[in-house]
């Protein structure tokens, strides 16, 4: 016998009107999370333990062979192995940080903002991604130890834009404005530009680079501007330069600045317009 009611014989059962989809309310219990998700600060954390650990035993290793019969060969070995095991949590860090773009320059965004025509052409030219990426590095290269590599970066960056200019036109007045509103490393692209026309050049410019400049790479390459657009600067401008040249102490700093500013004042002492 049915526990359910009946209904009167010879009289339908009236179905219920059809509604809205039953929504069942999410369940408030969270999922556990995959045992690699648990397991992966677990792991961070003991693998920077266990590089602490062996790398400091390895310099203490080493440093004890200072005061014994240890070959020099294997204690070498020994001294490089622990200090990177020591340095590695800091060096994975960096790369971290570098991969998630934390620390990326937009270089040719910053040009955009008052350089908008000179912006478009290095994004035509498909150099947006390589400047960043030089002016990015640059910026997380710091220290006195790394000045040399700076400097070497910064060249990079002028190569590559003074390539682009000799083949396309940039905007003269944007290239004087993106010196004088920019940051250093905009300053020497602006000089880079300069550098593969010299029809962008600007005595201006090279004043200030040569008497004000803010990195020694940035004087470098204006006082080869300088040199090489000689034949295009007017007798004020020569003569103005010229004493930027003479009274500035820190070309003398600077073995390649030294030897650029000497052919110059050749210039200036011969009859010779090159």
Not at 79 to 100: N, Q
Not at 157 to 170: D, G, H
Not at 171 to 182: M, N, Q
Request: proline share 7%; glycine share 10%.
């Amino acid at each position: 016998m049915s526990d359910v009611n009946q209904s009167p014989p010879g009289r339908p059962v009236p179905s219920a009107p059809p509604g809205p989809p039953a929504h069942f309310a999410p369940s408030s219990r969270p999922e556990a999370p995959a045992w690699t998700v648990k397991a992966r600060p677990v792991v961070d954390v003991s693998s920077r333990i266990l590089c602490l650990v062996i790398g400091g035993a390895l310099l203490v290793a080493g440093l004890v062979g200072l005061f014994t019969g240890v070959g020099q060969g294997p204690l070498i070995t020994v001294l490089a192995a622990g200090l990177l095991l020591v340095i590695m949590p800091s060096i994975v860090d960096r790369i971290r940080r570098l991969k998630f773009g934390e620390f990326e320059v937009h270089l040719v965004r910053q040009i955009a903002a008052t350089a908008r025509k000179t912006a478009g052409t290095l994004q035509a030219l498909g150099m947006e991604k390589q400047l960043d990426a030089y002016a990015t590095i640059y910026t997380e290269l710091r220290g006195p130890e790394l000045k040399a590599v700076r400097g070497e970066i910064l060249d990079r960056i002028v190569q590559r834009v003074a390539n682009a200019s000799a083949v396309e036109k940039f905007d003269k007045d944007e290239v004087r404005e993106l010196f004088f509103t920019g940051s250093p490393i905009v300053r020497v692209l602006a000089l880079g530009l300069m550098e593969g026309d010299l029809s962008l050049l600007d005595s201006e410019v090279l004043h200030e680079a040569i008497s004000r400049s803010l990195t020694g790479n940035e004087q470098y390459h204006a006082l080869k501007i300088v040199r090489n657009g000689w034949g295009r600067l007017g007798p004020d401008e020569r003569t103005r330069l010229m004493t930027a040249i003479d009274t500035n102490r820190q070309i003398g700093a600077g073995p390649d600045r030294k030897a650029v500013a000497q052919q110059i004042r050749e210039l200036a002492g011969s009859s010779r317009i090159v």
